[in-house]
């Protein structure tokens, strides 16, 4: 139940009408992972099989990540408490959402370009919740938390450690201004910044690079 939520957050955010749902395509068995990262300590995977004519789809998240996000439903109350087990299935939903949504419109994803739409997309669902559940509050920490205290695990990265620090440091920078615009007391430029997100998801990756260094 948790991760449709995540994805129709996420959808409704984006405004992507997607046919998959996110828990067809769920496995918790970690005897399924291919062997080069079985023994790893990660809590979230996203596999994609190429099948012929198709690719296949598949993610895993560890159980007790599952259980311990039933407990403590984030979308019912985001807290330091279930922040990083929510970042962590979020960025699994984000990966599953991108992809299906690219493959529907015959476009290739590369592993940056998946990234750097995770952390975009930790924050602004982060700020979203954190702001519909407490609309008197404004997460100004949460920048800083997400993009300057994280750290990259180099045993998990896989030998992608630089990729993932480019990844975070172009998401760190396209959200320091879209913060500026969550900010803003008006609807309308509130208005502004959802129209800019929904733009920046269907850009190529070239594009969402040159959009990020010309306009942060």
Request: hydrophobic letters at 30%; one cysteine or more; glycine letters at 0%.
């Given at each position: 139940m948790v991760l449709q939520q995540l994805q129709d957050l996420l959808a409704d955010i984006y405004d992507l009408p997607l046919q998959y749902r996110v828990d067809d395509f769920l496995f918790t068995e970690r005897a399924r992972l291919p062997a080069t990262v079985r023994d790893s300590e990660t809590d979230e995977q996203v596999l994609v099989m190429d099948e012929g004519d198709e690719a296949a789809v598949g993610l895993f998240l560890d159980p007790g990540l599952l259980a311990r996000l039933a407990a403590a439903n984030p979308i019912e109350a985001l807290h330091s408490g279930n922040v990083a087990d929510y970042w962590t299935a979020l960025e699994g939903v984000s990966h599953f959402i991108y992809l299906a949504w690219n493959a529907a419109h015959d476009r290739a994803v590369s592993l940056l370009e998946l990234e750097l739409q995770a952390e975009i997309d930790k924050?602004?669902?982060?700020?979203?919740?954190?702001?519909?559940?407490?609309?008197?509050?404004?997460?100004?920490?949460?920048?800083?938390l997400l993009f300057e205290r994280t750290r990259i695990d180099e045993r998990l990265a896989g030998g992608r450690a630089d990729m993932y620090r480019e990844a975070n440091q172009n998401a760190a920078r396209f959200c320091r201004r879209l913060e500026r615009l969550l900010l803003a007391?008006?609807?309308?430029?509130?208005?502004?910044?959802?129209?800019e997100l929904r733009r920046f998801y269907r850009l190529s990756r070239e594009r969402k690079m040159t959009h990020i260094q010309r306009h942060s």
């Open positions: 924050y602004v669902s982060s700020w979203w919740l954190l702001r519909e559940q407490d609309p008197e509050r404004y997460p100004a920490e949460l920048h800083r007391e008006t609807v309308r430029r509130r208005s502004e910044a959802l129209c």
